[in-house]
């Protein structure tokens, strides 16, 4: 079965503290993988495509980066208007839907 | 540019109550998705539209739910006799074309709550 996991379900930072949101994927014959940030009550914004292993994208303190199995979201020296959810999703080769994860509440306190 | 809208933003209806959700995605995008997200729930993938091809209605839960685009632009999903369980966020997204690039462009959703 086509499978977007995150991990973990929540991260609290502080200020200036890096770290890592993970997304296991078990996606048959993945067409991309998207990262998008969602602040309450909004939809969810588009940050980058991933497709192939090996491939990576950075945009300001967010650097996403993809494996066969998995992709990571880095967030260098996060500010807490970094706080989001972000959420990732999978797309087939056989369909355009996108497969979607349970996404990571990322708090980071000032 | 003007983003994907939405409307209305925030829906109440009784159950037993049809409700109309309309999407206007973004101009020139030829690909059209309604998504569902529920309470602590990801997205759930409901229909998705490409050009004049026929829908992909595969993620549609029951018989209750319809979709339809009209003119290759807007579009409006109908929940027939709502339920309680039919209270979430319907997101709409569009892109530009069936070959590639295959971001989703998403709107800021329509909150319906059923009572």
């Known amino acids: 079965e086509d499978q977007v996991t995150q991990s973990p379900e929540a991260l609290r930072l502080q200020e200036g503290e890096s770290s890592s949101l993970n997304c296991s994927y078990t996606?048959?014959?993945?067409?991309?993988l998207f990262w998008y940030r969602q602040d309450p009550g909004k939809g969810p914004e588009f940050l980058f495509t991933?497709?192939?292993a090996g491939e990576e994208k950075e945009k300001e303190r967010l650097k996403a980066t993809l494996t066969k199995k998995e992709s990571f979201l880095h967030i260098t020296a996060p500010k807490p208007e970094d706080s989001a959810t972000y959420l990732c999703?999978?797309?087939?080769?056989?369909?355009?839907?996108?497969?979607f994860g349970s996404g990571t509440r990322l708090l980071v306190r000032p | 540019g003007a983003g994907v809208s939405q409307s209305p933003s925030n829906k109440v209806t009784e159950k037993g109550k049809d409700v109309e959700l309309r999407c206007d995605p973004i101009?020139?995008?030829?690909?059209l998705y309604w998504y569902r997200q529920s309470l602590g729930q990801g997205l759930e993938f409901l229909i998705y539209?490409?050009?004049?091809?026929?829908?992909?209605k595969s993620g549609l839960p029951s018989d209750r739910f319809s979709a339809e685009r009209t003119g290759g632009s807007v579009s409006t999903l109908t929940i027939q006799r709502t339920q309680q369980e039919d209270s979430a966020v319907y997101l709409c997204?569009?892109?530009?074309?069936?070959?590639?690039?295959?971001?989703?462009?998403f709107g800021p959703g329509t909150r319906l709550t059923v009572t």
């Open positions: 997204a569009s892109s530009l074309r069936r070959t590639g690039p295959y971001e989703q462009y």
């Open positions: 996606v048959s014959g993945l067409r991309g």
């Open positions: 991933l497709y192939s």
């Open positions: 999703a999978g797309r087939m080769d056989s369909s355009y839907k996108l497969i």
């Open positions: 101009s020139g995008h030829t690909a």
């Open positions: 539209f490409q050009g004049n091809s026929a829908p992909d």
